[in-house]
């Protein structure tokens, strides 16, 4: 095999994984790459400085404690460089594999198969350990020191620590990588390229969901590893892949801290704190062995499983299947509903495009998957926190419970704000410019009519059950039309600033803006007080007085937004996005 | 279909003075377009001439540096909305959305447009079967050949019974049978009282279907005449001889020869 096409391939298709299926093509690949890089080392430097804040301001501290207390630090980045290099993968999901592309423009030059497929596997592998060492190369520096800054340990312990930890992350960032690329080896190995080609798009966004979700889940989940996790007769040990690799660390530097002696004479209740300490942590070491051997072992297997599937899938350059199409019935029969329901021509097209392109086109599915991952998570802290703090009504509603529903919504609402912004084809907006009749207020109507439908009618319908299950069928009645006109109302406000054509408009990269984390205060703040109100009403028994009031503030948000979009105005398609230089204020 | 346009007595397309500038670099200069109900117009050049940009200055799609498009006398940059309710547009590139049929697509091009439920979906039927591509119209059109996204897009441009045509490269892609439909289709579209702008650099299609030709050449117009006059003007036999004529500065032969020893070039 010569390496000289397989260099220059690895490095063409790694071009394409971060222009193409990472960052969009039109976008600027220097900016957009330093941001990503910037905010990866960012987050890795403020997660470990904020995570060593227990070591550096305890003034007590013995080597016992920090034994215990580093090993939900380690399950930390453990887990996160699992899935955030899982998440990086699945995002990338149709460039894990020999391409349609690939086959067409390769396949006629005077290249090997075998040759082309390492490359790709190269440029898959550079991919993903540039991203985790973005990633975790700060932490793995900063953790270690920070976690001992107060403890008596040589320079070599703290090397040990640090190249044990930089050893673990990397091979927790391997199994993520690893374990998303023998998924879908698997998949298509099994289910053959068509059937495959049909169900991929399912596969990857319920992974996605799957594991942004549990990404953003890590700092609730990290707090409980030594208390209940690390237990003999825990049953999530074996099942958690990051603690594996926690086993694995404590095998190789877990010694260092433990047989360390505090040094120093102990208050009483120090000492017991300390005592208990060592006690938990002698626990949870009976473990570590049989947990290191499971991460060498399925870390293993998990990367020749995926290996062999890679090589197996790719072994031919073959065109892709045909594409599967929409049953007639179904087309007809939603045609003809959603005909009933949207009159108006124009807001017809705007709302079947709608549809057509959240479900159907990668870069908006990915939008709505990362927004649905967001909003289980929040719902699953706004139960862990509702619970917590209204114990006592624990048989009334409780906040938290209610919260999931407004949650849900306000976060899918957010999702489906971004994604019609990015253009649906970039290329292709000729025809909607060509076509358009230039009634902007017909148009966003009919995205919006299709965005109630798919983030406020579908999740109100899909939690019913679970609301009637945990109150009153009549209840969860009055919950729905909360939700409904709530969401509504929510919908109507997210659109009354917005002036551009729905998936036809140049794409306009967002900026990380400084009133983002006020953003989302604000959205727990609304959400938490809607689900309250809600509460109120269902207590008082108020419940479709409270539904009308929502529903009176979605038609009032109606006719402003009616009253705003009266008068057509000029309309640019192709607005040019301000060069970086003048968004940082560098233009003098 | 009466047969008769619904402008058959408009003045059709006129442009005048139509410059397309690039940071100073003038790529279009000082073209004049004049299209009339029942003419077809070739718009030939070479690659790079600009034509492309001409067709998009035309359609709105890029607005010009300089200069006029008027069509039935008014502006149209005035109302640009209005003027392509009247046009229809195949542009050079099949650039269309993947994720959408066939039939999805011209569904959203006809709602767009405006045209009632059950005349859309009997004009798409009818629009699909006539080009043969019915049996796809519900795949995806990511996996539609380049023929088959291509009469896709002439069938968009005919949806709503345009008065104006403006068809860059439209036989890219078809097969024999289907181009000799298309000609066929603008010769009959013309008789119709159809204004037609035929751009292409296809010199056989351009001779056979359009009254009068226009020749880009570096941004601007060389010649601008019936391919009789510019056969008798030229002494030449054919439209290919004049455009020879007219823009190929270099011998096609020598050229091919020094194309043909590059690539036998050894280390």
């Not at chain 1, 980045?77 to 423009?105: E, I, N, Q």
């Not at chain 1, 404590?250 to 433990?258: A, D, P």
């Not at chain 1, 299709?450 to 899909?462: E, K, N």
């Not at chain 2, 009959?188 to 030709?213: D, F, P, Q, W």
């Amino acid at each position: 095999m010569s390496a000289v096409p397989r260099r220059l391939l690895t490095a063409h298709f790694l071009r394409r994984l971060i222009d193409d299926d990472l960052i969009s093509p039109n976008a600027d690949r220097h900016e957009s790459l330093s941001m990503i890089g910037a905010m990866l080392v960012s987050l890795g430097l403020f997660v470990s400085v904020l995570a060593s804040m227990r070591y550096l301001f305890n003034p007590w501290l013995t080597p016992a404690v920090a034994s215990v207390s580093a090993l939900g630090d380690h399950f930390l980045y453990a887990s996160a460089a699992m899935t955030a290099t899982a998440l990086l993968t699945l995002l990338v999901w149709d460039g894990l594999a020999v391409d349609a592309r690939d086959a067409s423009v390769l396949g006629a030059m005077p290249i090997r198969v075998r040759t082309i497929v390492a490359a790709k596997f190269s440029a898959l592998i550079t991919f993903a350990s540039m991203f985790a060492a973005a990633l975790n190369l700060v932490p793995s520096l900063v953790a270690p020191a920070l976690m001992v800054s107060k403890l008596r340990i040589s320079f070599f312990q703290l090397v040990a620590l640090i190249l044990a930890q930089t050893l673990v992350v990397a091979m927790s960032a391997a199994f993520g990588f690893f374990a998303v690329l023998a998924i879908r080896g698997l998949l298509q190995a099994l289910l053959g390229r068509t059937l495959f080609t049909r169900i991929a798009a399912i596969v990857q966004a319920t992974l996605l969901v799957s594991v942004a979700s549990a990404f953003l889940l890590l700092p609730i989940v990290a707090t409980r590893v030594s208390r209940t996790w690390l237990e003999p007769q825990s049953r999530a040990v074996m099942m958690a892949p990051p603690l594996w690799f926690v086993g694995l660390q404590e095998m190789m530097t877990g010694h260092i801290l433990s047989s360390m002696p505090a040094g120093r004479r102990l208050p009483p209740r120090i000492a017991t704190v300390d005592a208990r300490a060592a006690e938990t942590y002698a626990n949870a070491r009976r473990l570590f062995p049989g947990l290191a051997a499971t991460a060498a072992v399925k870390l293993t297997a998990v990367t020749v499983i995926a290996l062999v599937l890679f090589a197996w899938n790719n072994r031919r350059m073959v065109p892709p299947p045909p594409a599967a199409a929409t049953a007639g019935w179904l087309r007809r029969g939603f045609s003809a509903t959603a005909r009933l329901l949207v009159r108006q021509p124009e807001t017809q097209a705007s709302f079947f495009f709608t549809l057509q392109a959240l479900l159907r086109s990668p870069q908006h599915r990915l939008s709505l998957a990362a927004s649905l991952a967001f909003g289980v998570t929040a719902s699953v802290f706004a139960v862990a926190v509702g619970s917590a703090t209204r114990r006592a009504e624990a048989a009334a509603f409780t906040a938290g419970v209610l919260a999931i529903q407004p949650v849900l919504i306000g976060a899918l609402l957010i999702g489906f704000r971004h994604a019609v912004r990015v253009p649906a084809e970039l290329a292709a907006n000729w025809a909607v410019q060509v076509a358009w009749t230039g009634n902007t207020r017909r148009h966003i109507a009919g995205a919006k009519a299709a965005g109630a439908l798919l983030f406020v009618v579908v999740p109100v319908l899909a939690l019913a059950p679970f609301y009637a299950t945990a109150f009153t069928p009549r209840d969860a009645l009055g919950i729905a039309l909360c939700g409904l006109a709530g969401g509504l109302a929510a919908l109507e406000a997210m659109f009354l600033s917005y002036t551009k054509l729905p998936f036809a408009c140049g794409y306009l990269p967002a900026n990380l803006k400084t009133l983002a984390p006020i953003g989302f205060f604000a959205f727990i703040y609304f959400t938490y007080q809607f689900a309250h109100g809600e509460r109120v009403a269902l207590l008082s028994g108020t419940t479709t007085g409270f539904a009308v009031r929502l529903f009176i503030v979605f038609l009032v948000l109606r006719a402003v937004d009616a009253f705003r979009r009266r008068t057509p105005r000029p309309f640019e398609f192709d607005e040019i996005p301000e060069p970086p230089t003048q968004r940082l204020g560098l233009n003098g | 279909m009466n047969g008769v346009s619904r402008n058959g007595g408009g003045r059709g397309l006129e442009a005048r003075g139509l410059t397309k500038r690039y940071s100073s670099v003038a790529v279009v200069r000082n073209v004049d377009v004049v299209v009339r109900p029942g003419e077809v117009i070739g718009y030939l050049g070479p690659n790079g001439s600009g034509k492309t940009t001409t067709v998009r200055m035309l359609t709105g799609l890029t607005e010009p540096s300089d200069g006029t498009v008027l069509h039935d006398g008014r502006d149209v940059y005035s109302d640009l909305v209005a003027f392509r309710r009247r046009l229809g547009y195949v542009p050079e590139e099949a650039h269309l959305y993947p994720f959408l049929s066939g039939r999805e697509f011209l569904e959203l091009v006809g709602r767009l447009r405006e045209l009632p439920v059950s005349l859309l979906e009997k004009k798409i039927v009818s629009l699909l079967e006539l080009f043969g591509i019915l049996s796809a119209a519900d795949q995806p059109m990511s996996g539609y050949s380049k023929g088959m996204k291509q009469k896709v897009l002439i069938s968009a441009a005919l949806l709503h019974d345009p008065d104006l045509l403006i068809l860059d490269e439209p036989e890219s892609g078809l097969d024999v049978t289907a181009v000799l439909v298309l000609r066929s289709l603008i010769t009959e579209l013309a008789r119709r009282g159809k204004a037609i702008l035929y751009s292409s650099h296809i010199m056989e299609s351009v001779e056979r279907v359009c009254s009068r030709v226009m020749v880009l050449h570096r941004g601007a117009v060389v010649a601008d005449d019936s391919t009789l006059n510019l056969r008798t003007l030229m002494s030449r036999d054919s439209l290919e001889d004049v455009f020879a004529e007219l823009v190929v500065q270099d011998n096609p032969a020598r050229t091919a020869s020094d194309i043909a020893d590059v690539a036998a070039m050894r280390a």
